[in-house]
């Protein structure tokens, strides 16, 4: 199984990025989906999360500024990301739960101040 993340990039604060992260390979039902974080210095963070039936979870910071949606035809997951601010600097790791847990690579999101 393989996850293919795009998206990230440099963007001034109040702007907006977002993310997708595909997953391809033999791999059967996906439970969650989900996107994390981790800053230098600081240790991994869950940043958003859907279920299979579409129940999402966000870190509280981020709510009602980033949208986790999920295609599960196409094993795709996706983030919007609006009103970025610098704290939202950070490499941001794409998840995905079946019988297993994978990561993809991560792919960075800067926003500058």
């Known amino acids: 199984v393989q996850l293919q993340a795009s998206g990230g990039g440099l963007v001034q604060a109040g702007g907006s990025l977002g993310l997708s992260c595909v997953a391809s390979?033999?791999?059967?039902?996906?439970?969650?989906m989900a996107w994390y974080r981790q800053a230098p210095g600081k240790q991994r963070e869950l940043v958003a999360a859907?279920?299979?039936?579409?129940?999402?979870n966000y870190k509280d910071s981020v709510k009602g500024r980033f949208t986790i949606s999920r295609d599960n035809a196409q094993n795709t997951v996706y983030l919007r990301m609006n009103m970025l601010t610098p704290e939202d600097t950070a490499v941001y790791y794409c998840?995905?739960?079946?019988?297993?847990?994978?990561w993809g690579k991560g792919t960075q999101v800067t926003v500058s101040s």
């Open positions: 998840n995905v739960n079946s019988n297993r847990d994978y």
């Open positions: 859907i279920t299979a039936s579409g129940r999402t």
């Open positions: 390979g033999s791999i059967f039902s996906i439970n969650w």
